[in-house]
């Protein structure tokens, strides 16, 4: 893990891999949590976790020099930071309808079916949140399952869909513009204000795209 | 990523346009503002909601937080309220209850009936007399504060209206009516808050980093270097500029990673945009540096002149 600065408050650490970004994510929320980190934002993303809100960054720069998160201890994944919500599987009923089962297919040189069955098959994790308010980009494909996006965008992607995009599967939280492959479909509300925390699948989260 | 409001239906539960208002104009205690004439865009702010961008909601709030701070203290306000930030061509509006307000920002033309105003004091309005907010001489953006602040139904701790998700309420509209809350204290005792014109050129101090390492050396020269123009496209998600493109020195893809306010994103065409309140929580563009200080961009119209200075080059 290698530390860069970002702008005077900010530090952003550079990982070697998504179970890195996975551990420091979860250390981080820990020790923020038992009030050994003080910061406004934890930012987890592909291979990077951003602490933003920071007052003296060298400060922290150098304490998380002594700071070791291993892999496979991450417990329990709190929601907003601050509520532990458990490490339960959620589980997302969908309908596997999407229109772009075939590229799917096609991609993986397999049928509709087999699509269909390893998606369910699959345990996924929340890597991260980005793009909107609840979208959770969700690894756990193989590595070689990756997908290209649509070389151009829908207008409109519903509200509820599940999609698949590089190494990631998704579910749009609202209805937006969006290019990656739909494979299908759920009725699960994934982003709500007045629920806590407000995002159904937060960073960490284990996901199953059950059949609805 | 601009305008990604979501077009279709909203999920049950998000919050439905016009819905905070018409909630809580009955409850609130301070009355209600009509909104004569909204102008191009004139939105609710305030100093936004920090603590979410780990589930992808961005930051919002006003693009000059110091300026609604301020209209805030001359009308007896905690910092925090909400205000209205408006954009280039003024807006209108009719308080129902007397009141008092006070507008900061831009150097605009503001009228209490047929009353001229200033800028940056506590001015008393009249129960029904309309408050009129100009175009600005020069600079953008005024941020109107009024006595018990806008009372809108707060969306994760916020009332800003943030213009990339869609969170907080929509901008204002002709016609509309905004809810205001009970006034907490007396108007501060200032006599005048200084006014200063927005200049033709922005000098911004910048950070390189954090992907500093993707832009060859001649990239940097050019970004300390040369002037940068302010372009149309900008709004609250971010400054785009046009100048002297900046050169890659590793191409390819970076993986999303998350964002700061006032992050310089270079994409593919090498013209540098400066992210501000209402950025996306993280982007796969390489991040060249950060903009200490973005509130001068808050004024600067398209066009404006952009330099960028730093302790590395540059630096006077």
């Given at each position: 893990?290698?530390?860069?600065?970002?702008?005077?408050?900010?530090l952003?650490?550079?990982?070697?891999?998504?179970?890195?970004?996975?551990?420091?994510?979860?250390?981080?929320?820990?020790?923020?949590?038992?009030?050994?980190?003080?910061?406004?934002?934890?930012?987890?993303?592909?291979?990077t976790?951003?602490l933003?809100?920071?007052?003296?960054?060298?400060?922290?720069?150098?304490?998380?020099?002594?700071?070791?998160?291993?892999p496979?201890?991450?417990?329990?994944?709190?929601?907003?930071?601050?509520?532990?919500?458990?490490?339960?599987?959620?589980?997302?009923?969908?309908?596997?309808?999407?229109?772009?089962?075939?590229?799917?297919?096609?991609?993986?040189?397999?049928?509709?079916?087999?699509?269909?069955?390893?998606?369910?098959d699959?345990?996924f994790?929340v890597?991260?949140?980005?793009?909107?308010?609840g979208f959770?980009?969700?690894?756990?494909?193989?590595?070689?399952?990756?997908?290209?996006?649509?070389?151009?965008?829908r207008?409109?992607?519903?509200?509820?869909?599940?999609?698949?995009?590089?190494?990631?599967?998704?579910?749009?939280?609202?209805?937006?513009?969006?290019?990656?492959?739909?494979?299908?479909?759920?009725?699960?509300?994934?982003?709500?204000?007045?629920a806590?925390?407000?995002?159904r699948?937060?960073?960490?989260?284990?996901?199953?795209?059950?059949?609805a | 990523m601009?305008?990604?409001?979501?077009?279709?239906?909203?999920?049950?539960?998000?919050?439905?346009?016009?819905?905070?208002?018409?909630?809580?104009?009955v409850?609130?205690?301070?009355g209600v503002?009509?909104?004569r004439?909204?102008?191009?865009?004139?939105?609710v702010?305030?100093?936004?909601?920090?603590?979410?961008?780990?589930?992808?909601v961005?930051?919002?709030?006003a693009?000059?937080?110091?300026?609604?701070?301020?209209?805030?203290?001359?009308?007896?306000?905690?910092?925090?309220?909400?205000g209205?930030?408006?954009?280039?061509?003024?807006?209108?509006?009719?308080?129902?209850?007397?009141?008092?307000?006070?507008?900061?920002g831009?150097?605009?033309?503001?009228?209490?009936?047929?009353?001229?105003?200033?800028?940056?004091?506590?001015?008393?309005?009249p129960?029904?007399?309309?408050?009129?907010?100009?175009?600005?001489?020069t600079g953008?953006?005024?941020?109107?504060?009024?006595?018990?602040?806008?009372?809108v139904?707060?969306?994760?701790?916020?009332?800003?209206?943030?213009?990339?998700?869609?969170?907080?309420?929509?901008?204002?509209?002709?016609?509309g009516?905004?809810?205001?809350?009970?006034?907490?204290?007396?108007?501060?005792?200032?006599?005048?808050?200084?006014?200063?014109?927005?200049?033709?050129?922005?000098r911004?101090e910048?950070?390189?980093?954090p992907?500093?390492?993707?832009?060859?050396?001649?990239a940097?020269?050019?970004?300390?270097?040369?002037?940068?123009?302010?372009?149309?496209?900008?709004?609250?998600?971010?400054?785009?500029?046009?100048?002297?493109?900046?050169?890659?020195?590793?191409?390819?893809?970076?993986?999303?990673?998350?964002?700061?306010?006032?992050?310089?994103?270079?994409?593919?065409?090498?013209?540098?945009?400066?992210?501000?309140?209402?950025?996306p929580?993280?982007?796969?563009?390489?991040?060249?540096?950060?903009?200490?200080?973005?509130?001068?961009?808050?004024?600067?119209?398209?066009?404006?002149?952009?330099?960028?200075?730093?302790?590395?080059?540059?630096?006077?």
């Open positions: 893990m290698r530390i860069r600065p970002v702008g005077a408050h900010a952003l650490l550079d990982c070697s891999d998504a179970n890195q970004v996975e551990a420091w994510r979860a250390e981080l929320w820990r020790r923020r949590e038992r009030g050994d980190l003080d910061v406004v934002e934890i930012i987890p993303a592909a291979r976790v951003l933003d809100g920071l007052t003296d960054p060298a400060h922290t720069a150098a304490l998380l020099g002594t700071w070791d998160p291993s496979g201890t991450a417990g329990p994944s709190p929601g907003t930071g601050g509520t532990d919500i458990g490490t339960d599987v959620v589980e997302v009923p969908v309908r596997y309808d999407g229109a772009d089962l075939p590229t799917v297919a096609g991609h993986w040189d397999v049928a509709v079916p087999t699509v269909v069955r390893r998606l369910i699959t345990e994790r890597a991260f949140c980005g793009f909107a308010p959770a980009y969700l690894t756990g494909l193989p590595v070689g399952l990756a997908v290209p996006r649509l070389p151009t965008p207008p409109r992607v519903p509200a509820g869909s599940v999609a698949l995009a590089g190494p990631y599967a998704g579910i749009y939280p609202t209805a937006s513009p969006g290019g990656w492959l739909l494979v299908g479909h759920t009725d699960l509300p994934l982003f709500d204000v007045h806590d925390p407000p995002a699948l937060t960073p960490g989260t284990r996901v199953r795209l059950v059949p | 601009t305008g990604t409001r979501p077009a279709g239906p909203q999920p049950p539960n998000a919050p439905a346009a016009g819905s905070a208002v018409a909630g809580s104009a409850a609130g205690s301070g503002v009509e909104v004439r909204a102008g191009m865009l004139t939105t702010q305030d100093l936004g909601r920090p603590g979410w961008a780990h589930l992808g961005p930051r919002s709030g693009l000059d937080p110091g300026a609604l701070r301020l209209a805030n203290r001359l009308v007896g306000n905690p910092e925090g309220a909400a209205l930030e408006i954009t280039l061509t003024g807006c209108e509006l009719r308080f129902r209850r007397a009141t008092t307000v006070a507008v900061t831009a150097d605009a033309s503001v009228h209490v009936g047929e009353r001229p105003g200033d800028v940056g004091r506590p001015l008393a309005v129960a029904g007399t309309p408050v009129r907010v100009g175009p600005p001489r953008l953006r005024s941020w109107l504060a009024v006595a018990g602040g806008i009372a139904e707060p969306v994760l701790g916020s009332r800003a209206t943030d213009t990339l998700s869609g969170l907080g309420p929509p901008p204002l509209h002709d016609g009516r905004l809810p205001v809350g009970a006034p907490a204290g007396p108007p501060a005792p200032v006599d005048v808050t200084p006014t200063v014109p927005a200049p033709e050129q922005v911004l910048l950070r390189l980093g992907r500093v390492d993707w832009f060859t050396a001649p940097l020269d050019r970004l300390f270097g040369t002037a940068y123009t302010l372009t149309p496209v900008s709004n609250r998600v971010g400054a785009r500029l046009s100048g002297a493109p900046l050169p890659r020195a590793v191409s390819g893809e970076l993986p999303s990673e998350g964002l700061v306010l006032g992050a310089v994103q270079v994409p593919a065409d090498g013209q540098p945009l400066v992210f501000l309140a209402d950025h929580t993280t982007g796969g563009y390489p991040v060249v540096g950060v903009v200490v200080d973005v509130t001068p961009l808050a004024q600067a119209r398209p066009g404006t002149t952009v330099r960028f200075y730093g302790p590395q080059r540059g630096s006077r």
